[in-house]
């Protein structure tokens, strides 16, 4: 770790930033064969480990010891063991691994540190596992099967890939795979790999044109269809849909009303279904049960009583008698339910803990809309700290990554430090987000980049007219894209800042994209625009091309293993600062790659963060 900045901040609040970032989270949930046991991911030691419970809010068992963390936890379908992911450094080349849950034992599955691996699920006979990865070409994904007792080399190249492919797991016979490739986060295909043909070949099941969203598919019972969310024939938002495999039809299942189908979780034995809906960021359930000859009707159950509002992560039982899911809010800190799906009784299991804060110390958000330079209504989240005092509140306008990404009103023990310190928090969603329909979220898509930084602009002037809000002490605060839309943001409008902190931020579009993983590339490009057809306007709108604009004192923290955003983007904006005469601080962890994992990075990284803005604020 490297740094140029001061001593941590004193806390000003009832509460230090060590108390804030011990408060945890259990999410993650994965129900053993024989559904007395479920695993899930809590951050207990500082990361993200697997921890397993028998009971209700019983005692939990830690299964993983690592300063790395978990990525996810998945039980075998048969055996009392379950895969887990796991990198090195942040460096995102994910490992699978097999933990045996009665003896304990840990083996590395693949033992390739430098591919990537991507989970693809467990057969339903347990005997096998299959996952993506490129190891082949690191720019591409090649397909794999394996069995739970070989290691490394020994997996089978099923198929070797073009792309960015994954998997969406086996069918019910466990004779073919389904397949996503991803040309953008707003196109997608989906086919069916035949691993008993003598040449595995994909079937495509979805040709279109333009782009069109194929997300979250899953097997029929009777694996004839494939139950998906899309916004195929031209829908602005994302609906639950039944793909008939054979004659290519497309049938309604779920209408969103106007918002996303965000996915659906599928018991592919019984039809037994749970399926999300994002209304304004806010999460409403359906359950119900598939008709086995009419797989577009089925019979609805009682949505659960969540506390929170926002609600993810599904796993059935084996006998899909419950669902274990996790749930957020503003003020509720994630935790693991298990819902009985007839009754829609819900029952806590996980007991992450506050780490004795009050939940009543936390502050809720309120929904706002902002109207922006031409007339379009921008929503984000607005909290105020209790005790605030008109006209004399600070602001942190904190700007999500993505760019296609939503800020919820989860649960945030960064944001409720703040405002325990009497920082008011405010969470756009500005042009380019997602949940709000595809016509939104494209409204920034390359040469209209600049608007997005204009909404954020729309914000700052409503929240100067704030009455609550002190219009000469607000800052800029994001992460990775959100990073960017930071140094725009000080470049593009300087007089409305009174600081800007980047976190493993964009400074040139140009040099990331020459340097971001392989893999990752072609991705990218289809959201910024190509190096090779728009380098002039990536320079143009790149910060540090403008980097005289900015006034405001800056601070910047980054990763030094950050496959995505490479660590030389930090580097470049802290000297052309720094050699502009503007204040600017910059702290580097040399064990962290895209964001800060580990706690005591965490700490100290929101304590000069503190003691930044006490500083200039």
């Given amino acids: 770790m490297t740094t140029d900045s001061g001593p941590y901040a004193s806390g000003m609040g009832s509460y230090d930033i060590e108390r804030y970032?011990?408060?945890r989270s259990a999410y993650g949930a994965s129900f053993g064969p024989d559904g007395e046991r479920l695993s899930f991911l809590m951050d207990t030691t500082g990361t993200a480990q697997v921890w397993t419970l028998e009971t209700s809010r019983g005692w939990p068992e830690q299964r993983t010891f690592y300063d790395e963390r978990v990525t996810f936890a998945s039980w075998s379908p048969e055996q009392p063991e379950l895969i887990f992911g796991m990198d090195e450094g942040g460096n995102e080349r994910a490992q699978l691994f097999r933990l045996d849950a009665?003896?304990?034992?840990?083996q590395n599955l693949t033992a390739m540190p430098d591919a990537k691996h991507r989970w693809g699920g467990w057969s339903h006979d347990g005997d096998r596992f299959a996952f993506t990865s490129n190891r082949r070409d690191e720019s591409v994904f090649d397909i794999y099967v394996q069995d739970r007792d070989e290691t490394g080399e020994d997996a089978t190249l099923v198929y070797e890939g073009d792309g960015w492919l994954s998997l969406a797991g086996w069918s019910p016979d466990d004779s073919r795979l389904l397949v996503s490739q991803a040309y953008s986060n707003f196109d997608q295909d989906l086919y069916v790999l035949d691993l008993?043909?003598?040449?595995p070949t994909l079937e495509h099941l979805t040709p279109h044109e333009g782009d069109v969203r194929y997300q979250s598919a899953s097997w029929a019972p009777d694996s004839k269809g494939i139950y998906l969310v899309t916004d195929e024939g031209n829908a602005d938002t994302l609906y639950l849909a039944y793909l008939d495999v054979e004659s290519g039809d497309l049938e309604t299942v779920i209408d969103g009303d106007g918002w996303n189908v965000d996915g659906i979780a599928l018991d592919d034995e019984t039809g037994r279904f749970v399926c999300s809906r994002n209304v304004e960021g806010y999460t409403e359930l359906t359950v119900g049960e598939f008709d086995a000859d009419e797989p577009t009707e089925y019979e609805e159950f009682p949505e659960p009583e969540l506390p929170g509002g926002i609600s993810g992560g599904v796993s059935f039982d084996p006998d899909a008698e419950r669902f274990a899911l996790s749930t957020t809010g503003d003020t509720v800190n994630t935790n693991v339910f298990v819902v009985d799906i007839e009754t829609g009784d819900a029952e806590r299991w996980t007991d992450a803990p506050t780490a004795g804060i009050p939940h009543e110390a936390f502050d809720e958000s309120d929904l706002v809309h902002v109207e922006s330079f031409d007339s379009l209504e921008v929503p984000g989240f607005l909290t105020l700290p209790d005790d605030h005092e008109d006209g004399q509140t600070p602001v942190i306008v904190d700007i999500h990554g993505g760019p296609e990404s939503q800020r919820r009103p989860s649960f945030s023990s960064v944001k409720q430090y703040f405002l325990d310190?009497?920082?008011a928090y405010f969470e756009p969603n500005v042009r380019g987000s997602s949940g709000y329909g595809a016509d939104y979220a494209a409204l920034d898509d390359v040469e209209k980049r600049m608007d997005s930084v204009a909404d954020i602009e729309a914000c700052v002037e409503w929240l100067q007219d704030h009455p609550a809000i002190d219009p000469d002490r607000i800052a800029a605060k994001g992460g990775s894209y959100g990073g960017f839309m930071v140094l725009a943001a000080l470049t593009e409008y300087p007089d409305l800042w009174a600081a800007g902190i980047?976190?493993?931020?964009?400074?040139?579009?140009?040099?990331?994209?020459?340097?971001t993983g392989d893999w990752r590339r072609k991705l990218r490009e289809a959201e910024y625009g190509s190096l090779a057809e728009d380098r002039d306007f990536l320079e143009e709108i790149s910060p540090i091309n403008n980097v005289e604009q900015i006034e405001a004192p800056l601070f910047v923290l980054h990763g030094e293993n950050d496959p995505r955003v490479p660590v030389d983007e930090a580097e470049q904006i802290v000297e052309e600062v720094r050699d502009h005469g503007v204040p600017v601080r910059k702290l580097i962890f040399d064990d962290e790659g895209h964001g800060f994992s580990k706690l005591a990075n965490r700490i100290e990284a929101y304590s000069e963060i503190a003691d930044f803005l006490d500083e200039h604020i």
């Fill in 102 to 106: 009665e003896t304990g034992e840990i």
């Fill in 196 to 199: 008993e043909a003598d040449e």
């Fill in 421 to 423: 310190r009497g920082y």
């Fill in 502 to 515: 980047d976190v493993v931020g964009i400074a040139n579009f140009v040099t990331f994209l020459e340097n």
């Fill in 21 to 23: 970032l011990n408060i």
